[in-house]
């Protein structure tokens, strides 16, 4: 199974950014499509975004479209994804997976990481 560390959360103020990544301990981590899914205290684990194994498609849910990225350089094992105009409600633990589809749900992701906190202030 595959090892995922993220990284880069932290507090930011709203209308800020912050980049995440997540690095993978698999050489085979490159045929693998990747996700990120958050969860916030009392709230089931929300799907953010997926890309494919070779990064040439990415998509998101509608409440990050247009102020997230996702990103990744298979030369590093590594995925990332890049947030801009943050607020309070992006605040959350998030978590990157991996998984063999093409999916928004987690059931289907196999590997997880053990997630990073990101705190947007008002």
């Known amino acids: 199974q595959m090892q995922l560390v993220e990284s880069g959360g932290g507090l930011v103020q709203a209308g800020g950014s912050l980049t995440l990544s997540c690095a993978a301990s698999?050489?085979?981590?490159?045929?693998?499509?990747m996700g990120w899914f958050r969860q916030a205290p009392g709230k089931e684990r929300e799907f953010v975004g997926a890309?494919?194994?070779?990064?040439?498609?990415?998509y998101y849910a509608d409440s990050v479209k247009g102020r997230f990225t996702i990103s990744r350089v298979n030369a590093k094992n590594t995925v990332y994804l890049r947030m801009n105009s943050l607020k309070p409600e992006d605040t959350a633990v998030y978590y990157c997976?991996?998984?063999?589809?093409?999916?928004?749900?987690?059931?289907?992701?196999?590997?997880w990481g053990q997630g990073t906190q990101v705190t947007v202030s008002s």
């Open positions: 698999k050489r085979t981590y490159s045929n693998y499509n």
């Open positions: 997976a991996a998984s063999s589809g093409y999916t928004r749900n987690p059931n289907e992701y196999g590997s």
């Open positions: 890309t494919s194994w070779s990064g040439s498609w990415t």
